[in-house]
């Protein structure tokens, strides 16, 4: 909701505020008149990522009092809806810059209010966070990290008691919460009367996610035979750097070479323009590792290891990298058939994919008589669909283009170790059938047919580039596109008409044709950017992408 952003400027000048952050405020209102706009102009808001923003004073920015304010906020929630006198919330951090400090503010002012509070004794993945949520029987859990954002952003994403991301109605009624906490005297830093204790998880709730990690995998000969498999794995500064390859290891994997310079953990990713394995910039140094070491695969985690990059030799031996939509098909296939092998599958398995995920992955889950539940884009909605479930199917696995898959039920998000093994793993499998990981993916193209996607995004910042992208929306809506790459147009879904769709409401606008193609537009709902995604069938896949792209990126 926008505000007089001079009035709440003033307000911090005027408040209870350090005198460090009032001299940075009166330095915009001085020297800056659109960066203190953009800093007071708003709350910063839950979106799909909870929440999370550039770091910086205001209200519109994270940093302290953002974060002290929202968790009163969030405990106050707690404390009013969770029935009981017994609360705990499980908290973790990544290696951005101020994560350590954000996530000992949350614990501090947790604790305050009464809540027993679970802290990792240094910096671990989104996945260990959920995983200790539901390990503890926690009532929630907050993880402070902007995951895979430009060096300048942090977050703040809260979990509730089955491990996953919150979600409808749960994250609108803390934000009211967390809107009713208006300054920073309202924050409890004392408890009063009763104070929640505030307990290091570390090395225990390490080795019983490794151990559950191992339950999961299916090929234990094919480990064995193919151990020596040279694998590079680099955490690209972030917090999968002990985990990931301590798992390996486990799995039976002798050869781990690392990128030294990305195990150090620092919050200004100084080896990469962004630590964002979607990039392919990002994986260069690992690459050269690959290639000097004559290595077969790598594996590459985002700042809080939810997000896997992979890259593989081709049949010319170099190393290309595969996207999202790959990745996550491929290990759908291998997980489906492997399951099959054992005898696993009956109708109460399934997978789940989002709506903006390649359609490759339906149609292998069709092949083996698997359920596919279409959810929209956010991993808390695949989640939300085991939690669903729970008593009545299995999940095996679901992911999403952006890079993220997860496996099993221990975890209630995207989890990049557990997918760091299993692709490990299918590379063992792959090799026993005499096959590269580049080789199996063209195999299932060949049984499955040829997909292929893209994703554009525009990135337009500030309050000008939030109408911007609105504006956008709007015409779309009023005039959609007639075709696509040629092909008419035989059906439009507009995820605001929930009636429509099934789905919770959200502003995503997808295109059909009857070639086999879709189009789906969206503006993201944790960095001031509109996504177009493109996707294609069949043997000129490649071609109508690029028309595609001109007919939609102006």
Not at 201 to 211: C, F, H, L, S, V
Request: charge should be negative; hydrophobic fraction near 40%; glycine fraction near 8%.
């Amino acid at each position: 909701m926008e505000k007089d952003f001079r009035a709440v400027a003033q307000s911090w000048l005027d408040g209870n505020y350090d005198e460090e952050t009032k001299a940075r405020v009166r330095d915009l209102m001085e020297n800056d008149p659109a960066g203190l706009e953009d800093a007071f102009y708003r709350n910063l808001e839950f979106g799909t990522g909870g929440l999370r923003g550039v770091m910086g004073v205001g209200t519109n920015r994270m940093n302290k009092y953002v974060v002290a304010m929202a968790t009163q906020g969030l405990a106050n929630y707690i404390l009013k809806n969770v029935p009981g006198n017994s609360h705990s919330v499980c908290v973790s951090y990544d290696s951005r810059n101020n994560s350590d400090a954000f996530a000992h503010i949350t614990a501090e002012v947790l604790s305050a209010n009464g809540i027993h509070v679970y802290i990792y004794d240094c910096l671990h993945p989104v996945p260990l966070l959920s995983y200790a949520v539901r390990k503890k029987h926690a009532t929630a859990g907050v993880m402070v990290t902007a995951s895979h954002n430009p060096k300048e952003y942090n977050g703040y994403k809260v979990y509730w008691s089955d491990g996953a991301q919150i979600i409808a109605p749960v994250d609108k009624e803390i934000v009211a919460e967390v809107n009713a906490i208006s300054d920073p005297s309202m924050v409890k830093y004392k408890a009063e009367g009763k104070e929640g204790g505030i307990e290091v998880m570390g090395e225990e709730m390490n080795n019983a996610y490794m151990d559950d990690v191992l339950t999961l995998m299916l090929s234990p000969e094919a480990r064995r035979k193919h151990s020596d498999l040279k694998i590079v794995y680099t955490p690209l500064h972030g917090s999968g750097v002990h985990i990931v390859p301590a798992i390996l290891k486990r799995l039976g994997f002798e050869n781990i070479y690392h990128v030294p310079a990305q195990d150090v953990s620092d919050g200004n990713f100084p080896t990469v323009k962004s630590p964002n394995p979607e990039e392919s910039s990002a994986l260069e140094m690992a690459v050269q590792v690959a290639d000097g070491q004559g290595a077969d695969l790598v594996l590459a985690t985002d700042p809080d290891a939810d997000r896997l990059g992979i890259a593989v030799r081709d049949n010319d031996g170099r190393m290309v990298l595969f996207n999202g939509n790959q990745t996550g098909a491929m290990l759908t296939y291998y997980i489906l058939r492997r399951w099959s092998e054992l005898g696993r599958l009956d109708s109460t398995k399934y997978v789940v994919k989002t709506i903006v995920t390649t359609e490759l992955i339906r149609a292998i889950a069709e092949k083996y008589g698997v359920k596919v539940y279409n959810v929209l884009t956010g991993f808390k909605y695949i989640a939300d669909i085991v939690r669903r479930n729970e008593g009545k199917g299995e999940f095996i696995c679901g992911g999403e283009e952006s890079y993220g898959f997860n496996i099993g039920e221990f975890v209630r998000d995207k989890d990049a170790p557990i997918s760091c093994a299993m692709v490990a793993e299918c590379a063992a499998w792959a090799a026993e059938q005499g096959l590269t990981l580049y080789q199996l993916l063209q195999n299932i193209y060949r049984e499955f047919g040829y997909y292929r996607e893209s994703l554009t995004s525009l990135v337009r910042k500030g309050k000008s580039g939030v109408e911007e992208i609105a504006q956008i929306m709007s015409d779309l809506r009023s005039n959609p596109p007639a075709e696509l790459a040629g092909s008419p147009v035989t059906k439009i879904i507009d995820y605001n008409n929930p009636e429509e769709t099934g789905l919770p409401k959200s502003n995503v606008l997808q295109f059909f044709n009857g070639a086999g193609d879709v189009v789906s537009v969206r503006p993201s709902g944790t960095e001031p950017k509109i996504k177009f995604y493109f996707g294609a069938k069949g043997d000129d896949a490649d071609a109508k992408i690029e028309k595609l792209k001109a007919q939609f990126i102006k």
